[in-house]
């Protein structure tokens, strides 16, 4: 009985891992198993981690330094003992400790300058991530949608297969019965190995896409892969705004534009840091010491040992000090770094503005593009009804023996061509509707 119980738990288990693993995955599904998993991304992430590592460091360079050092050595033949100052000849050992401390009071501002750069980079690290997820989403919806495409153009396969196999149940019974030529029933033979054909091909470009997504998501290759087909919008209401006005408001959301503006800005701190090493600077000391030397003694009529703590305690010395330096002459380095800085800012503004030409110019081809597929799209539904109409007509009077099977064909392939037409403007117009919609920031859903 307890056999017979583990092995129905076993087999439930299993059934709901294959129903768990058989289950379509949604658009957004997708997408965050995208962003999850996809290297672009997680490189991006990394790079800015390194990005604060480096603005941390430049922050700590305001706090002054503390360091402590420690020097044991022994002595032999004629030495300086250091608590005394006088000259010693026996063998003694030595031991020195300090702790210093600096601080740099100022050095022409180029310390709060670079945190502000190293600030800079940061946020624009954290834009070059949007901008990786971006690219990842524009990819995932591309292979999202041709799933979908192909599921349609099988689904159509499908159904012209199986009106196809019914006209050729209708040729033999009208064969059968003297009332068409044979000549029928094998062109209709024919193009059912055609419709078979078709079918077999649109599965294989339905396979080919699963696996392209797949891909795209980073995730092992599975045969029992499927997506969720959702409701999609296919009204082909025109596009209300002007290329301009999604222009205008695409420089305000997109990520890259963000990014450059910060970069930009972050070259022109990085040349008032090279600049600031004109300026002279001002640094701040420290110092705390002591010394031991085994040599020494306490008292002068009875000398007795002076132990090491005690010396170490009536030893201790204090400094303070402040520096100024004030460059002249650095071999044309400081020059140099300003020189460098400056083609670095010039080039960071030419890469601005070309990451705003090229979002410039993909909306403007998008939005052509959409503009064709809105009137592409409504010319072939139009089609696509006169079509139907006309293969509809054809069937009847091929049904009742008054087409030839040739004519038939004819009208049946043209409705099969214009069915497939209609699919692919569709999505061809759905797709670019989302890209418009994207440019602006509005996020991308089915």
Known sequence: MKKTSGLFILVFLVSGLAGAQTKPWTFQQCLDTAYQRNIAINQSRQSNEL??????????????SVSANANEALNVGKNVDPTTNTFVTEAYHSTNVGVSSSYNLFNGMQNANTIRQNRLNVQ???????????????????????????????????SQEEATASQVDRTEKMVNAGKSPESDLLQIKSQMATDNLSVINAQIQLDLAKVTLMQLMDIPIVDNFEVEVPVMD???????????????????????????????????????????????????????????????????????????????WDNIGQSFSMGVSIPIYSNRQIKSNIDRAKINLITTRLSEQNVRNVLRKSIEQTYTDMRASVKKYEATKQQVAAV??????AEKKFTVGVMSATDFLIQKNNFTQSQSNL???????IFKRKILDFYQGKAITF
């Open 388 to 393: 139907e109409s006309v293969y509809q007509n």
């Open 51 to 64: 990005n604060k590592v480096t603005l941390e460091q430049s922050k700590a360079n305001r706090i002054p």
């Open 234 to 312: 296919e009204s082909s209401a025109g596009v209300l705004q002007t290329n301009e006005e999604i222009y205008q408001k695409s420089l305000m959301v997109q990520p890259q534009i963000t990014s450059a503006l910060l970069r930009t800005n972050a070259s022109m701190m990085a040349l008032k840091v090279s600049q600031g090493a004109h300026w002279p600077r001002i640094t701040l000391g420290a110092n705390l010491n002591s010394n031991y030397a085994s040599s020494r003694k306490k008292g002068t009529v009875n000398p007795e040992g002076y132990p090491f703590f005690a010396q170490i």
């Open 423 to 429: 699919i692919q403007a569709k999505f061809d117009y």
């Open 124 to 158: 624009a690290g954290e834009s070059d991530i949007e901008k990786a997820k971006n690219d990842v989403t524009l990819n995932i919806t591309t292979g999202y949608l041709q799933v979908l495409f192909a599921n349609e153009i099988l689904a159509a396969a499908k």
